[in-house]
């Protein structure tokens, strides 16, 4: 399958911190990234989706001025989680997919597992 | 509203039996359907792709998708210990925002040595 990557995979920062991920498609140009995030025990939840050259859409809930999302290539997007607090502290996945296509396939990236104390 | 339901589990089998996993969907204009496993602490993998009614086998696994019943569902033969993990059904509609995943909660399965 498909490779996207993330990173860092794991980061600890202060509160009031930003924080920047990166999400990569590594053999593939995605037209469409999601990020989503998981609490423990709890299922995926999808912040934004965001397309190449466009605004992102957030999710009903998801501050949009706190979780800065940029798709600037095919292959790259980022989430910057500004002024980070403790209930940030969660598992952050990015996912690609290279079109609208229906049978075209979302793959994860390996996550990114934030902690702010 | 589109929801896609599955039974939080947890399903626990022993090994080498067939573990089945189901899941429903509300919106009838579905057309693709994915399975995903994920281990704890680590991201969802895709397992399988179905898009038409029937059945599609790729090793020990079999995805079957009936789109009358609005059904699809997952069968794991020969479980071993290591398909331990939490399987995410997801479903998606036609294109542009249409064309997003709607995933369940995913089905907890636990599989006996």
């Known amino acids: 399958g498909a490779v996207v990557s993330q990173h860092p995979s794991r980061v600890i920062c202060k509160s009031g911190t930003s924080v920047k991920i990166e999400c990569r498609s590594l053999?593939?140009?995605?037209?469409?990234m999601f990020w989503y995030r998981q609490f423990p025990k709890q299922s995926l939840m999808l912040m934004a989706t965001?397309?190449?050259?466009?605004?992102?859409?957030?999710e009903q809930g998801v501050e949009k001025d706190k979780f800065l999302i940029n798709h600037a290539s095919l292959t790259l997007s980022t989430l910057t989680v500004t002024s980070a607090h403790p209930e940030d502290s969660s598992f952050y996945i990015c996912s690609a997919r290279a079109s609208g296509g229906l049978t075209d396939t979302q793959y994860f990236g390996p996550g990114t597992r934030l902690t702010v104390l | 509203q589109k929801e896609v339901e599955q039974n939080s589990g947890p399903l626990s089998v022993p090994e080498g039996a067939i573990a089945s996993l189901n899941c429903t969907y509300s919106d009838r204009v579905s057309q693709s359907f994915f399975w995903y496993r994920q281990y704890s602490g680590k991201s969802p993998e895709l397992i399988m792709s179905?898009?038409?009614?029937g059945d599609k086998e790729d090793g020990r696994f079999t995805a079957q998708l009936n789109k009358a019943s609005q059904y699809v569902s997952l069968l794991i033969r020969d479980s071993q210990p290591s398909d331990s993990a939490t399987y995410l059904c997801a479903v998606r509609g036609y294109g542009g925002s249409q064309g997003n995943l709607i995933f369940g909660k995913g089905t907890k399965l636990s599989v006996k040595p």
């Open positions: 053999d593939f140009q995605a037209t469409t």
């Open positions: 965001s397309n190449e050259g466009s605004k992102a859409t957030y």
């Open positions: 179905i898009y038409s009614n």
